[in-house]
């Protein structure tokens, strides 16, 4: 599976910006696209994901309620729409394809096989 994420960019803090990720090749080998971000300095983190198979959709806690994941099966895309954005969501993020299933396999890093090139957030206080 091959990915491709856009949408990042500069904004000030409150703002939204909203990512896409566009996927190709052995999409059906995939169970579930997702979302993590590394800041400089730490280790990538688990934000949001979205199981194909049942619909459901995990978020991380610091992202709940604020980051929405949703999917476009047609386009086999999931986009990120990121709301009332804070300085410490910036960071490089990165979507990636699981063929996993359930929530402790999918907010593992490692259990995800393809991923996209990352795409830069930076929210300015």
């Known amino acids: 599976v091959q990915l491709q994420a856009s949408g990042g960019g500069l904004v000030q803090a409150g703002g939204s910006l909203r990512l896409s990720c566009a996927a190709s090749?052995?999409?059906?080998?995939?169970?579930?696209m997702g979302w993590f971000r590394q800041a400089p300095g730490k280790q990538r983190e688990f934000v949001a994901t979205?199981?194909?198979?049942?619909?459901?959709?995990f978020y991380a806690a610091s992202v709940k309620d604020r980051f929405t994941i949703s999917r476009d099966n047609a386009k086999s895309t999931v986009y990120l729409q990121m709301n009332s954005l804070k300085p410490e969501d910036t960071a490089v993020y990165y979507c990636g394809a699981s063929p996993y299933y359930t929530y402790s396999d999918l907010t593992d890093a490692i259990k995800y096989g393809s991923w996209g090139q990352g795409t830069q957030v930076t929210v300015s206080s």
């Open positions: 090749g052995r999409t059906s080998s995939s169970n579930a």
């Open positions: 979205s199981n194909w198979k049942d619909s459901r959709t």
